[in-house]
């Protein structure tokens, strides 16, 4: 996998707004955000899309969507509700190519996507 800035926020070598992290992921805020509440989960482990998981992923990939969850009970959304998101290659309108979860709430999100 190439090189993304997710890398360097992993490495610190430029900032970011985190607000969570474990051994496995890290979770930040969206600098463009798309709702009040934005933030991005991703694995340390660097993966470029979805389509890059096996089977053997699917402890980091239920990580991804158990810490969005956490974060939303721990920010009191979980209840008024949220979307969580993965952007996959160019018809998914991934941009960043190293595999991140969107959480997206505090606002009505509307429903179909663009
Ligand atoms: P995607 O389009 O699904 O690949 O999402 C990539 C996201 O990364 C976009 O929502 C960007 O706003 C966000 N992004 C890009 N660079 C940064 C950065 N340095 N810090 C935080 N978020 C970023």
């Known amino acids: 996998m190439s090189e993304t800035i997710f890398s360097k926020i992993i490495r610190r070598e430029i900032p970011a707004d985190i607000v969570y992290e474990d051994e496995h992921l890290l979770g930040f805020r969206?600098?463009?955000p798309q709702a009040p509440v934005h933030v991005l989960f991703i694995p340390k482990k660097p993966m470029a899309t979805l389509n890059d998981?096996?089977?053997g992923?699917?402890?980091l990939l239920g990580r991804l969507l158990l810490a969005a969850r956490a974060f939303a009970s721990k920010e009191g959304f979980a209840e008024s509700g949220y979307r969580t998101v993965i952007n996959c290659n160019a018809d998914g309108g991934q941009s960043?190519?190293?595999l991140h979860l969107?959480?997206?709430a505090?606002?009505?999100l509307s429903?179909?996507?663009g």
């Open 30 to 32: 969206d600098v463009n």
């Open 53 to 55: 998981a096996d089977d």
């Open 57 to 59: 992923d699917a402890d």
């Open 96 to 98: 960043v190519y190293h």
């Open 102 to 104: 969107h959480l997206l």
């Open 106 to 108: 505090g606002r009505q």
């Open 111 to 113: 429903w179909p996507p």
